[in-house]
């Protein structure tokens, strides 16, 4: 598995075919898990487990994921892993065709979509969530004035610090350092806007 490079999904079927938010939530699913068969992401997602293997398959088509070790005896298993820990959809350039930005442009919504869900879930259950989990937990909207270079900067500079912590919790788990730890979402925006 190439764990840190970035996948670009810009061909017209492949935008087409990850804008389906389940597809989106198993990918997500099988990326924290590292490994998993489709009858674990049913139970995960509450959908049956053919569903789940036919969208499976169609990730896999897409090379967004791939077979991996078979992590039990049962030879009946099917293992999946993503192939690539990040993705991307930013655009290549300002001549991609209408139909390219179209699909780009709703596979961004679902996606916004899909991260809303899982951020009013951490909402719905927070009260659960011990105290010190209560109050590491942020969010935070922040208004300023930049250039296109400006903004770029500040993506590429959080993407770095993301990327530094990301591999931090990487090597801990590996370790088998994993008394306290939790999976963590980051979610960033950074877009112009006129009042």
């Known amino acids: 598995m190439a764990q840190h490079e970035?996948?670009?999904?810009?061909?017209?079927d492949e935008l087409k075919a990850f804008t389906h938010p389940l597809r989106l939530k198993?990918?997500?699913?099988?990326?924290?898990?590292?490994?998993?068969?489709?009858?674990?992401?049913?139970?995960?997602?509450?959908?049956?487990?053919?569903?789940?293997?036919?969208h499976l398959r169609k990730l896999a088509a897409l090379g967004l994921i791939e077979e991996a070790e078979p992590q039990s005896g049962d030879g009946r298993e099917r293992w999946w892993q993503v192939v690539s820990q990040h993705l991307s959809v930013k655009a290549q350039g300002p001549d991609d065709p209408p139909e390219v930005v179209a699909a780009r442009t709703a596979l961004t919504r679902v996606a916004y979509r899909v991260q809303g869900e899982l951020y009013e879930?951490?909402?719905?259950?927070?009260?659960?969530?011990?105290?010190?989990?209560?109050?590491?937990?942020f969010n935070s909207e922040h208004m300023t004035s930049l250039t296109t270079e400006e903004l770029r900067q500040l993506g590429q500079e959080i993407n770095a610090v993301v990327e530094r912590w990301w591999a931090h919790g990487r090597a801990a788990q590996q370790a088998g350092d994993t008394e306290g730890r939790e999976q963590v979402a980051l979610q960033f925006y950074g877009f112009p806007f006129r009042a």
């Open 6 to 12: 970035t996948r670009r999904i810009s061909d017209l």
């Open 26 to 54: 198993l990918y997500r699913a099988v990326l924290v898990a590292g490994t998993a068969t489709a009858s674990q992401l049913a139970d995960q997602v509450d959908e049956a487990v053919s569903l789940i293997s036919y």
């Open 121 to 137: 879930r951490f909402l719905d259950e927070e009260p659960a969530w011990p105290a010190e989990w209560r109050s590491a937990a």
